[in-house]
């Protein structure tokens, strides 16, 4: 089945280390997004990209780092910079210019110690 | 800037009844696109609705219709014959797309909490 596979679902870290949160598509889409989740708050970007090897920030990107070297592949990387970086991750893929109709993943929860 | 506005953090109704979700939106664009999102409890979010701005007809999939006032800039969602598995997270959201591409993003509310109650 075509989807998006987040990894891993759950993940605790120590304070300080930097963790890489897996996000696969096989919908053949060229646009993926990060997003994170916090009560109350909705969802804000982290990061996008609409093509291989491009790749933008969003509205809360310090603290994060991506890359995008397949088209199917769009890790992120929650580094030691991010000051507060227990939350609920989303990654989402669309068609390129689809106006916003984005796929979305099952989120990865990471809680920092 | 772009913003998405839910007043509703929780709503609950009866199942099979009907209740609106509401959502305002504030742009200066002409052209873009309004969706509802829909985050059941196993927290996997899907796309319930969408509603291109040039189009005065009121989108409907099933259940679920809207009431859309673009002078308001309103962007209401109705459920219809409410189910317990309409129990989640609504979230209106608003694309404007880029004019040179590649500036593409969505804009969220913060979402209404739904539960439908037997």
């Known amino acids: 089945d075509g989807g998006i596979t987040q990894s891993p679902k759950y993940l605790f870290r120590k304070e300080g280390q930097n963790v890489t949160l897996s996000c696969e598509q096989n919908?053949?889409?060229?646009?993926m997004y990060w997003y994170r989740q916090d009560p109350g708050q909705g969802l804000r970007l982290i990061y996008y990209?609409?093509?291989?090897?491009?790749?933008q920030k969003g509205d809360i990107a310090e603290g994060y780092s991506v890359s995008r070297e397949k088209k199917e592949s769009f890790p992120l990387t929650v580094t030691s910079a991010q000051k507060n970086p227990t939350a609920f991750y989303l990654c989402a893929s669309s068609i390129r210019g689809y106006a916003g109709e984005l796929f979305f993943g099952e989120g990865s929860r990471l809680t920092v110690l | 800037a772009q913003t998405v506005t839910q007043s509703q953090p929780e709503m609950s109704v009866q199942e099979a009844e009907t209740v609106t979700l509401s959502c305002t939106y504030d742009?200066?664009?002409?052209?873009?696109?309004l969706f509802w999102y829909k985050q059941p409890p196993s927290r996997q979010m899907i796309l319930v609705i969408r509603q291109e701005a040039y189009k005065q007809q009121n989108a409907t999939e099933n259940r679920f219709s809207v009431n859309f006032q673009k002078a308001a800039k309103s962007f209401s969602l109705k459920i219809s014959d409410s189910q317990l598995g309409d129990t989640a997270m609504y979230f209106c959201?608003?694309?404007?797309?880029?004019?040179?591409?590649?500036?593409?993003?969505?804009?969220f509310g913060k979402g209404t909490k739904l539960t439908v109650n037997p």
């Open positions: 919908l053949n889409h060229d646009a």
């Open positions: 959201a608003c694309f404007w797309g880029g004019t040179q591409g590649g500036s593409e993003k969505l804009v």
């Open positions: 742009t200066s664009e002409n052209n873009y696109y």
């Open positions: 990209s609409q093509i291989v090897n491009d790749f």
